[in-house]
Antibody, heavy 120, light 107 residues
C-alpha cells in the first residue's frame, strides 16, 4: 500500500531556506508510470501546486515559485525533497507530497502533510 | 494563470438534501477539471476527474458535470460524512490552480 510521509523542520526563519523530505513506501519513485509532487496549503486557505518530477522525464515547477524552488531525488532512500529559498511569512503552510499519473495532473495519493511556519 | 472561482464560499444544508457547487474557470479548460473533498486536519481526497469521471471508491451520490469554463459538483443526497470543504482544480495549464474552496456546513 502506497504511503507518503513528509518530514522536516516545523519552524524556519525569514530569508532562510525551507527544506522538506518525502519518504515513499509501497512504490518506487523511479517508477516510469508516475509523477511525484509537492503542494502546499496556508492555514485556513486554498491549495497550491509547487512542482512535480518524473524520474525519467524531468522536473516541472509552478511558474510563480520557480525562481525559489528546487525538487531533488534520492533513489537509494526512495525519497524526494523540496527546497524553498528566501522564505517569508507567505510561505507558512502545510506542505504535502503526492503522486499523480503522467496523463492526469490531479492527485490521488497524498501524504498527511507537515506544517512549516516562517517566523523569527 | 487560469483563475478558478467557486460559489458559494459557504453552503448550509441538511442530511438528505441535494446540493450543487459551481466552479468557473477564467478561460476554457475543456474537461480538465478535478474535484476534491477535504476534512479538517486531513489531506484532500479526489472525488472526480476529467470533469465527470468518478474516482474509484467514491460513492455514486457524487457527480460532476460541465466543460469549457463552467462546472458543477452535485451531491444527490447529503450524508453526515459529506460535511467538509470542497475544492475544484484545473489541469489544463501548467499552474494547476485550485478554487478557493466551498465549505459545506450542517444547517
Amino acid at each position: 500500500q502506497l504511503q507518503l510521509q513528509e518530514s522536516g523542520p516545523g519552524l524556519v526563519k525569514p530569508s532562510e531556506t525551507l527544506s522538506l523530505t518525502c519518504t515513499v513506501s509501497g512504490d518506487s519513485i523511479s517508477s516510469s508510470s508516475y509523477f511525484w509532487a509537492w503542494l502546499r496549503q496556508p492555514p485556513g486557505k486554498g491549495l497550491e501546486w509547487i512542482g512535480s518530477f518524473f524520474y525519467s522525464g524531468g522536473t516541472y515547477y509552478n511558474p510563480s515559485l520557480k525562481s525559489r524552488v528546487t525538487i531533488s531525488v534520492d533513489t537509494s532512500k526512495n525519497q524526494f525533497s523540496l527546497k524553498v529559498s528566501s522564505v517569508t511569512a507567505a510561505d507558512t503552510a502545510i506542505y504535502h507530497c503526492a503522486r499523480h499519473v503522467a496523463n492526469g495532473w490531479y492527485w490521488i495519493f497524498w501524504g498527511q502533510g507537515t506544517l512549516v511556519t516562517v517566523s523569527s | 494563470d487560469i483563475q478558478m472561482t467557486q460559489s458559494p464560499s459557504t453552503l448550509s444544508a441538511s442530511v438528505g438534501d441535494r446540493v450543487t457547487i459551481t466552479c468557473r474557470a477564467s478561460q476554457n479548460i475543456n474537461s480538465w477539471l478535478a474535484w476534491y473533498q477535504q476534512k479538517p486536519g486531513k489531506a484532500p481526497e479526489l472525488l472526480i476527474y476529467k470533469a465527470s469521471s468518478l474516482e474509484s471508491g467514491v460513492p455514486s451520490r457524487f457527480s460532476g458535470s460541465g466543460s469549457g469554463t463552467e462546472f458543477t459538483l452535485t451531491i444527490s443526497s447529503l450524508q453526515p460524512d459529506d460535511f467538509a470543504t470542497y475544492y475544484c482544480q484545473q489541469y489544463h495549464s501548467s499552474s494547476y490552480t485550485f478554487g478557493q474552496g466551498t465549505k459545506l456546513e450542517i444547517k
